[in-house]
């Protein structure tokens, strides 16, 4: 049998943790030693109606029933200092930051307002980034920090009426992978996810039937594991996971062509070379940018450019 995980000791912060996915870690780790902070402003899918306590009260006395510890916290997760604070206040640390909060404000590009693209990028983009900012210095201190932060495959691969939502989450894969590398030394780890799960969000878009088989409790064995002390080397990482499927995704590049760098790199030549330019036939998986200044010795060596 695989050991159980456990998170004795540790503090955990779930943001939009009142419904939901949130609610499913939130309970999960409640279960497995952790003290939860079980955060939640309450109000609509859509960010609108306002804050109401019961989400986060009924979610932490559900762990408190099952014999786990918790808090709640109400605040937006635009204030993340706050939330923070309040785990530092009941529990004395924070080890886990999952960013999980979300709403949506679905609109086609053309009717899209100002105010539906700001709320989503300070919910989703802000918020994480104020609750990370807040949790850093106590990670890099006690130098141990596990962050998940939750884009979605709107972000990753683009999905009709939600260009805010696809760049906010988009915005957070990058936002993971700087995290990742900046907390490398300091043994914090940050994944992201893009899950599939039944909850509001998906109950007006999704059929029942197809609903049933994506319990929100088949995303957070992924979860656990990512952000468990026993994972020391999968950071920066992308991850599908939902309805039992759990997959990493990584870039591909194109071998792509190298032309010569001077007055006959002009389209015409890019043109005449396009099939290179789109071939996966020998594909690479970076991690990084292009080796620049090796193309650039290789673009300088190239004869100049047929049209
Ligand atoms: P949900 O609506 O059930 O849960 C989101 C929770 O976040 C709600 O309880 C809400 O009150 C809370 N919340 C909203 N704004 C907040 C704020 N400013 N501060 C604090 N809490 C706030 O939706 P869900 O499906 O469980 O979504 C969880 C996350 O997963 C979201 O980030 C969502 O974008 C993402 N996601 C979900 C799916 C899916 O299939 N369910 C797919 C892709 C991404």
Redo the contacts with the bound molecule.
Sequence with gaps: MPEELRYDGQTVVV????????KAYATFFGARGANVVV?????G?K?DGSGSAK?ADTVVDEIKKAGGNAVPNY????NGDKIIETAIKAFGRIDVLIN?????RDISFKNMKDEDWDLIMK??VF?AYKCAHAAWPHFKKQKYGRIIN?????GLFGSFGQTN?SAA?LGLVGFTETLAKEGVKYNIICNVI?????????ATVMPPDVLEN?K?EWVVPLVATLVHKNNTRETGSIFEV?GGHVAKLRWERAKGACLKADESMNPGAILARWDEVVNYKEPQYPSGPAEFMDLLEQANQMPTNKQ
């Design positions: 943001t939009g943790a009142g419904g939901g996915l949130g955060n939640d402003l309450g109000g899918f960010g989400a605040d937006s997760v635009e999980n909060a979300g709403i949506l919910v989703h918020g939750t884009a979605s495959a709107a939502y989450k893009a899950p599939i799960a039944a909850s509001r969000m998906t994506l929100p939902g």
